[in-house]
């Protein structure tokens, strides 16, 4: 006898809207664990060509930690498209500019590199401080 495998299907899916506080929390290691949720692979019902998972609101993104000397020697590269346009920016300098895409880019290498990775970066939402604006969606607290 064969044994049924569960599909999720787009429409049965049920999205929660988790809390997550990221003062204190290496980069790396706090990204893992939220692109995991993102994706879905923390519920029984993942399906790996469904997005299945939650939507993460971060806060305190402007007190994340790096291990070591990454303030000072990590970079993140940008292109301008034009010759010679090869820009960068350390990561402390990110941090005092927009602290929130220092854990937005982590996450978004963690992610599949197609539309259903970028479907799935939509759902997190994260912000500098204390306060974000999805009260209304009483969003559950997790300690990662």
């Known amino acids: 006898m064969r044994q049924k495998v569960y599909m999720a299907k787009p429409?049965?899916?049920e999205r929660r809207w988790l809390l997550v506080d990221a003062k204190g929390k290496v980069v790396g290691r706090l990204a893992s664990e939220i692109a995991t949720i993102l994706m879905g692979k923390n519920k029984p019902t993942y399906t790996p060509h469904v997005d299945?998972?939650?939507?993460?609101?971060?806060?305190?993104?402007?007190?994340?930690?790096?291990?070591?000397?990454k303030w000072e020697q990590k970079r993140y590269y940008r292109h301008s498209n034009y010759p010679g346009g090869l820009k960068?920016?350390?990561a402390k300098?990110?941090?005092e500019r927009k602290p929130e895409e220092i854990l937005r880019h982590a996450v978004r290498g963690m992610l599949p590199k197609n539309h259903l990775g970028r479907r799935m970066l939509k759902k997190l939402k994260i912000y500098a401080g204390e306060s974000h604006p999805h009260e209304a969606q009483k969003p559950v607290?997790?300690?990662l």
């Open 11 to 13: 429409m049965e899916v």
């Open 52 to 69: 299945v998972g939650d939507f993460v609101v971060v806060v305190n993104a402007d007190r994340v930690e790096f291990t070591g000397r």
């Open 88 to 90: 960068f920016r350390t």
């Open 93 to 95: 300098v990110m941090r």
């Open 141 to 143: 607290k997790i300690d």
